[in-house]
């Protein structure tokens, strides 16, 4: 980031998926992307997994067994995951192009050369149409672990834009410090959260690490309905036995004080914008600098 503050119009995207259909899910993102880009953002964040199904624990506990409704969701994850890069990847880009600006979402990734292990996955698309990096989820939580498998926390550090640096987390890998502290030090400038945590506490914590990092905190939360599930879900009891709203959104905006700039909002799909003075940026860590003057130097007794 440079030292002269200009604004910068963010958006974060709360909307739910086309529960296991990539392809239909991919191309509401690419409408998502091109209204928020059409709103002025440069920076656009979609949820934790939008693309494109969030194991919530209200009914995925039915998963962990050998059962072939479980063997059939695995199988049907598989098929509406996304390779990356890949022609999926290929089409948000594109929509990242149109939009002229960085766009963040939450996919469920597979490789392609070897099929089995799927990871929940942030990735970053430039400008440029193409996929400037991507984070894998450190350590999926309690029921996630059927679903997916551990990222290798290489790649953590932030990365360098035209608008400052981005970096991100997803859900409660936020709550590792040591994976928070590599953001800190790369001196990242808009962290990206996406999460499946709808809770207040969420706000909370969004609102403590905007304030720890010096910097602005976009958290993205699927708006998530028992009826935007398909008829052929292949856990129907379990389903019928959650809430009529699994996620209900609660998406927010924070400046680098803590201070709640949009949201949060709930009970329906929306689109947040926030406009960023980045001068905020270098006047939060003159005062409070995690990586810098206020780092702790500890020595062995």
């Not at 990539?22 to 690419?30: G, M, P, S």
């Not at 199988?75 to 948000?92: E, S």
């Not at 035209?162 to 990242?188: K, Q, S, T, Y």
């Not at 976009?218 to 379990?238: A, N």
Request: net charge negative.
């Amino acid at each position: 980031m440079s030292a002269t503050a200009r604004s910068v119009r963010v958006a974060v995207v709360q909307a739910a998926p086309v529960i296991l259909d990539a392809e239909a899910t991919v191309a509401k993102a690419c409408d998502l992307i091109g209204e928020a880009g059409a709103g002025g953002a440069r920076l656009i964040a979609l949820p934790e997994v939008f693309v494109s199904l969030y194991p919530s624990s209200r009914w995925a506990h039915a998963c962990a067994r050998f059962s072939a409704a479980a063997t059939e969701l695995h199988a049907r994850m598989w098929g509406a995951a996304v390779d990356v890069p890949g022609p999926l990847t290929q089409r948000l880009g594109a929509a990242a192009r149109r939009a002229g600006a960085w766009v963040a979402i939450g996919v469920s990734e597979r490789d392609p050369a070897r099929p089995g292990t799927l990871w929940n996955t942030l990735v970053w698309l430039s400008p440029d149409g193409k996929v400037a990096h991507r984070h894998r989820k450190l350590m999926p939580t309690l029921h996630e672990r059927v679903f997916w498998g551990q990222g290798r926390g290489d790649d953590l550090d932030p990365i360098p834009s035209d608008i400052g640096r981005l970096g991100g987390l997803i859900c409660w890998e936020n709550f590792m410090p040591a994976a928070r502290r590599r953001l800190h030090e790369g001196g990242v400038d808009f962290y990206v959260a996406p999460t499946a945590d709808d809770r207040d506490i969420w706000t909370a914590a969004m609102r403590t690490y905007a304030f720890e990092a010096g910097a602005f905190v976009l958290s993205p939360v699927q708006y998530l309905r028992r009826d935007h599930f398909p008829d052929d879900f292949p856990f129907p009891s379990e389903l019928a036995e959650c809430p009529d709203e699994l996620l209900v959104g609660n998406s927010v905006i924070v400046d680098p004080w803590g201070a709640v700039i949009a949201g949060p909002v709930a009970g329906r799909e929306e689109i947040l914008y926030a406009d960023c003075d980045t001068g905020a940026i270098l006047a939060a860590r003159r005062v409070f600098d995690v990586a810098g003057h206020y780092e702790a130097r500890f020595t062995d007794r």
